[in-house]
């Protein structure tokens, strides 16, 4: 096995803006649709070392993902391994999937495997429901994932489009709350009602002639309309499982407030908290989450951000 001196990984985070079919009524489950960004995103350095050595943010999660990368690979887990930053946890921006990916992806490359994405997501037990995690990884901007057949192992990317490069995603945390997540998230999904294949049918039909198309031809209105149909949908769907459309009673109010300043894919990645819309343009996006931090600065829990999408995926350097 060839083995470099220090690989570094990027890893960005992503928007997961919703599933398409929730009771599997072609025998599909799931399927899903986000977007890679560039900001939150982890980033991490693996060299060889005496004992096995990790730190910075997420240490936790990087040490149980190394632990059971290096088992399943049977190689030593001799390595220090240092996080420059990490995608908050459990906020609905895929910090489980990115940091495996990104482990995997550096004793991959460390170790000389020849493993691919899949490959490493696979003995992460990543992807169980969303490829969307492991898609943007793969290339970043948009993906849709085609959900779960019976013999799938990892969902299948069957779209990928650029980002326009104009468009912005406002991000609004909540820094007290996680969304569901592990036993929670299995209990949740087990309890859920069918979702009506009448509904699935018209969210694939927008999806497929209007809001794919929509980011093909640069039009982030009809886009926005269907993110935010979609949202509405699936918020509804899981309300009674998280508490609401929104997980988080403030957000949602600033949400309302973002729509009516001409925001656009007005949703909730994930499971939240963190809620999410879209504008046209740097500077308005810009001057516009500006005027949402004095507005609603008495949401002490609440912080409000812009960010860019990220059209080309994780990256894995080696010296």
Same mark, same amino acid.
Request: hydrophobic fraction near 40%.
């Given at each position: ?49 005496? *004992?096995?050595?990790?730190?910075? %943010?997420?240490? /936790?999660?990087?040490?149980? @993902?190394?632990? $059971? +990368?290096?088992?399943? !690979? ?115 999904? *087990?309890?859920?009602?069918?979702? %009506?294949?009448? /509904?699935?049918?018209?969210? @694939?039909?927008? $999806? +497929?002639?209007?809001? !794919? ?107």
């Amino acid at each position: 096995m060839d083995q470099y001196s220090k690989v570094s990984v990027f890893a960005p985070a992503r928007l997961h803006m919703g599933f398409i079919d929730l009771s599997g009524s072609l025998d599909r489950h799931f399927g899903s649709i986000g977007i890679a960004l560039n900001e939150h995103a982890t980033r991490l350095s693996l060299t060889s070392g005496e *004992k096995r050595v990790i730190t910075g %943010p997420s240490a /936790e999660r990087a040490d149980k @993902c190394l632990t $059971l +990368m290096c088992q399943a !690979l049977n190689v030593s887990d001799k390595l220090t391994v240092n996080i420059e930053t990490a995608i908050p946890e459990h906020i609905g921006l895929g910090s489980g999937t990115q940091m495996s990916l990104a482990i995997g992806s550096a004793l991959n490359a460390y170790y000389g495997l020849g493993l691919g994405v899949r490959d490493i997501a696979a003995l992460m037990d990543r992807g169980l429901r969303s490829g969307i995690g492991i898609g943007i990884f793969e290339r970043g901007g948009l993906v849709v994932d085609g959900g779960r057949g019976e013999k799938t192992i990892t969902p299948p990317v069957i779209v990928h489009l650029d980002i326009p490069t104009s468009w912005r995603f406002i991000l609004v945390l909540d820094k007290r709350g996680q969304g569901l997540h592990g036993q929670q998230e299995i209990e949740a999904f *087990k309890v859920l009602l069918p979702f %009506p294949r009448h /509904e699935v049918e018209r969210l @694939c039909y927008l $999806l +497929m002639m209007k809001g !794919l198309p929509a980011v093909a031809e640069n039009n982030i209105v009809d886009f926005g309309n269907v993110i935010s149909q979609l949202q509405c949908s699936v918020g509804e769907h899981f309300a009674a499982a998280q508490g609401g459309v929104f997980t988080s009673p403030e957000v949602a109010v600033a949400m309302k407030w973002l729509a009516q300043q001409g925001a656009v894919a007005i949703g909730q990645t994930s499971w939240g908290p963190t809620g999410f819309c879209a504008i046209d343009g740097v500077s308005l996006a810009e001057s516009i989450t500006e005027e949402a931090v004095q507005k609603f600065s008495y949401f002490d829990n609440l912080s409000f951000v812009t960010a860019s999408a990220c059209n080309s995926g994780g990256d894995v350097f080696v010296t």
